[in-house]
């Protein structure tokens, strides 16, 4: 189980990472944003997941890995940045 600050002083524990993509790239972002892990593996690790199994997930519903940025983002073009 993994705890970390949600802001306003609160905190969280997270038993499992979400299934919702929207949701489970927030959550993977904001863990690796705010240093409660060092990596993707690291945080799949700790959450008993593989990270391929995550990056393909989120790959077919449009984030991509950024191992530069270390982050999920959605490619540029993509069609819900474009309505955004």
């Known amino acids: 189980m993994s705890t970390f600050a949600l802001?306003?002083?609160?905190?969280?524990?997270?038993?499992y990472?979400?299934?919702d993509p929207a949701i489970l790239v927030s959550s993977v972002n904001m863990l690796l944003r705010d240093e409660e892990f060092d990596t993707l593996e690291a945080?799949?690790?700790a959450?008993?997941?593989?990270?391929?199994?995550?990056?393909?997930?989120l790959y077919k519903r449009g984030f991509v890995w950024s191992e530069q940025q270390k982050q999920f983002l959605?490619?540029?073009?993509s069609k819900r940045q474009s309505q955004a």
């Open 43 to 45: 945080l799949c690790f």
């Open 74 to 77: 959605r490619p540029v073009g």
């Open 7 to 15: 802001g306003f002083n609160s905190i969280c524990e997270m038993d």
């Open 47 to 57: 959450f008993s997941r593989d990270p391929k199994q995550i990056k393909d997930y």
């Open 17 to 19: 990472l979400p299934k």
